[in-house]
């Protein structure tokens, strides 16, 4: 799941050489990391919040945003390479992410339809239901396997990629709010209330349960290395 955030949303591509981010004058501008220099402007609707992602390879752009202070939000997808914005992919969603090659995207419609893009022509490689609305859901690092939880939910499910079976059903206390793979896909980070859960995916078991934040929201995300996790809460704590 992405990070939210209104005044001052920003984001780093995989290789910090450039960032998005929104400017005082209330405009979101891709900007070289290393002196600022504006390389696009977004041109996006005003909105209460926005929430900007890369894929991995750094070539697209996702900026979701939240014109009504209401879900599910509206969401542009960016090919940086062109400069230009992929209409198809202009939407009414409730979760997305790229896949880990950056070669397709994922998109949660309202009432539980997942569909698979293949980018950058934005034609439909493949959907399935998953029958109730989903917020979040993830990638596994391989791509053949999307975590995915039903919104306000607190079961996470692992689906096939290209057919939605359910492959494995993980209970959590509590709603997640978000999810995180380490990027050997051995661990599954959910933040669940004001908890983390960590998962070992391959023997299915509940491996910790970390907690420290005061409020829900959790945000959470592995380093590189693996070595290491986030998270973040509307609390203010990291």
Same mark, same amino acid.
């Not at 002196?35 to 929430?51: F, M, N, R, T």
């Not at 494995?168 to 983390?196: F, H, I, M, Q, Y």
């Given at each position: 799941?992405?990070?939210?955030?209104?005044? %001052?949303?920003?984001?780093? /591509?995989?290789?910090?050489?450039?960032? &998005?981010?929104?400017?005082? $004058?209330? =405009?979101?501008?891709?900007?070289?990391?290393? $002196?600022? #220099?504006? +390389?696009?402007?977004?041109?996006?609707?005003?909105?209460?919040?926005?929430? !900007?992602?890369?894929?991995?390879?750094?070539?697209?752009?996702?900026?979701? *945003?939240?014109? *009504?202070?209401?879900?599910?939000?509206?969401?542009?997808?960016?090919?940086?390479?062109?400069?230009?914005?992929?209409?198809?992919?202009?939407?009414?969603?409730?979760?997305?992410?790229?896949?880990? @090659?950056?070669?397709? =995207?994922? &998109?949660?419609? =309202?009432?539980?339809?997942?569909?698979? *893009?293949?980018?950058? #022509?934005?034609?439909?490689?493949?959907?399935?239901?998953?029958?109730?609305?989903?917020?979040?859901?993830?990638?596994?690092?391989?791509?053949?396997?999307?975590?995915?939880?039903?919104?306000?939910?607190?079961?996470?499910? +692992?689906?096939?990629?290209?057919?939605?079976?359910?492959l494995r059903t993980l209970a959590? !206390?509590?709603?997640? $709010?978000?999810?995180?793979?380490?990027?050997?896909?051995?661990?599954?980070?959910?933040?669940?209330?004001?908890? &983390?859960?960590?998962?070992? =995916? /391959?023997?299915g078991t509940l491996l910790s349960?970390? @907690?420290?934040?005061?409020?829900?929201? +959790?945000?959470?995300?592995?380093?590189?290395?693996?070595?290491?996790?986030?998270? &973040?809460?509307?609390? %203010?704590?990291?």
């Amino acid at each position: 799941g992405q990070s939210k955030y209104t005044a %001052g949303a920003l984001a780093f /591509d995989p290789k910090h050489e450039r960032f &998005v981010r929104l400017d005082p $004058d209330g =405009m979101l501008r891709l900007r070289r990391a290393s $002196d600022g #220099a504006e +390389i696009l402007l977004l041109s996006i609707p005003k909105a209460v919040e926005y929430s !900007p992602g890369f894929s991995a390879d750094g070539r697209y752009l996702v900026v979701e *945003y939240d014109v *009504y202070g209401a879900k599910p939000a509206n969401c542009q997808v960016w090919d940086l390479e062109r400069g230009a914005r992929i209409e198809a992919l202009t939407s009414y969603l409730t979760a997305y992410e790229f896949s880990p @090659d950056g070669r397709q =995207m994922v &998109v949660a419609q =309202m009432g539980g339809t997942i569909c698979f *893009y293949d980018l950058p #022509a934005a034609t439909l490689a493949g959907r399935w239901e998953a029958g109730a609305t989903v917020r979040p859901l993830a990638f596994h690092p391989s791509g053949a396997q999307l975590a995915v939880v039903a919104h306000h939910g607190s079961d996470i499910r +692992i689906c096939d990629r290209k057919t939605g079976r359910v492959l494995r059903t993980l209970a959590n !206390p509590a709603e997640v $709010d978000s999810l995180a793979w380490r990027g050997d896909g051995r661990l599954l980070a959910a933040s669940c209330g004001t908890k &983390v859960q960590v998962w070992d =995916m /391959d023997s299915g078991t509940l491996l910790s349960v970390l @907690d420290g934040h005061q409020s829900a929201g +959790i945000g959470v995300a592995f380093n590189h290395g693996g070595d290491l996790l986030a998270s &973040v809460s509307w609390d %203010g704590t990291i």
